[in-house]
């Protein structure tokens, strides 16, 4: 029974350490979850950015062409 109680134990502090490192898992998949969210937005943001430049570029290149037609 002794020999049972101590293997029950040794089980018990091995299933715990192993839900300690799921959970440190876990955590660790959320943050760089949440990380590469925020870089996406940035990035989405970035390309708005460089289209509504790249517009306003074409928009001022197409006005002379317009006076001078």
């Known amino acids: 029974r002794a020999r049972f109680e101590t293997l029950q134990a040794s089980q018990d ?3 715990q350490e192993y839900e300690d490192k799921v959970a440190e898992m876990q955590s660790e998949i959320e943050r760089a979850r949440s990380e590469a969210a925020l870089a996406e937005g940035a990035l989405e943001s970035a390309r708005r950015d460089r289209s509504r ?3 306003a570029l074409l928009g001022a290149g197409d006005e002379p062409l317009i006076a001078a037609s």
Request: proline share 0%.
């Open 13 to 15: 502090l091995a299933r």
């Open 53 to 55: 430049l790249q517009m």
